[in-house]
């Protein structure tokens, strides 16, 4: 009878010993998932966008409202609701905190300053990137760069700005944030200076909006796209220099826009 009892007790802590050991390889496993999450995509090989739903399990990445889409201007909705009418609070007094090259493109993080207001909530600006060539094609065609402006609500819903770029003169504002270049895949810098971002936009600002998702995963869909029709000119110089600091090609393809309308905003 004794004997049993300590077989018993020696079963019972060998199992609890095995038990913690699963949780801490569990842990440890989730934490390394959590780590690793920045540089598991990519734009090329076995990791690109046409893979990103397979291996990025919890994603939307396989959603019928994903990002980007072609916009197509004959069959675009002409929307004249002044609700829906995008409002910029842009100061020349807003902090750029940073400037870093995380592997998928180059980012500007910024302060807490400048916001939008539209469809009647506001969203503050987080950070800037470019994708080259564009994400997003209007009747088809490619711009050599787009311009993210990536804000957020306090519900945590997003408001992404699209700016498109052709190659012509050269835009002082894009000197200006190329001076912080060239910077090495997953190098950043620090910069705690008042940066102005109002000049970066075109002058005329019509703009396409329609419903969609981050175009990087996870590919959340719970962005409010707002893509200025007007593109801004930018010199081939500072197009090659983005070029150079950036993945090759760094674009998701076109995705099917399904049953969503894109609307056209006239200013
Ligand atoms: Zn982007």
């Given at each position: 009878m004794k004997l049993l009892m300590?077989?018993?007790?020696?079963?019972?802590?060998?199992?609890?010993?095995?038990?913690?050991k699963k949780q801490q390889q569990h842990w440890y496993k989730e934490a390394h998932k959590e780590q690793s999450h920045e540089t598991h995509w990519s734009y090329d090989g076995e990791t690109s966008p046409e893979h990103w739903a397979e291996f990025e399990k919890n994603s939307d990445c396989s959603g019928q409202r994903q990002s980007p889409v072609n916009i197509i201007d004959i069959h675009t909705i002409e929307d004249r609701d002044q609700k829906s009418l995008i409002n910029l609070h842009y100061s020349a007094e807003t902090i750029l905190n940073k400037v870093r090259n995380n592997g998928h493109s180059i980012q500007f993080d910024f302060d807490k300053g400048d916001s939008i207001s539209y469809?009647?909530?506001?969203?503050?600006?987080?950070?800037?990137?470019?994708?080259?060539?564009?994400?997003h094609t209007v009747n088809g065609v490619r711009y050599p760069i787009e311009i993210h402006l990536v804000h957020q609500?306090?519900?945590?819903?997003?408001?992404?700005?699209?700016?498109?770029g052709v190659e012509g003169e050269q835009s002082q504002t894009m000197e200006d944030m190329e001076k912080f270049l060239p910077l090495q895949k997953g190098q950043e810098k620090e910069?705690?200076?008042?940066?102005?971002?109002s000049k970066l936009f075109p002058d005329n600002k019509s703009y396409y909006?329609?419903?969609?998702?981050?175009?990087?995963?996870p590919c959340t869909e719970n962005v409010q796209w707002v893509i200025f029709k007007e593109p801004i000119v930018v010199s081939l110089e500072e197009v090659l220099k983005l070029k150079d600091n950036m993945p090759l090609e760094n674009f998701r393809d076109e995705q099917p826009l399904n049953d969503r309308l894109v609307y056209l905003h006239k200013m």
């Open positions: 300590k077989i018993g007790i020696a079963l019972l802590f060998l199992s609890m010993i095995s038990c913690s469809n009647e909530t506001n969203y503050n600006l987080i950070q800037i990137h470019f994708h080259e060539p564009s994400e609500s306090q519900e945590k819903n997003y408001t992404v700005l699209g700016i498109f910069i705690e200076k008042s940066f102005d971002l909006s329609y419903g969609g998702s981050l175009t990087t995963p």
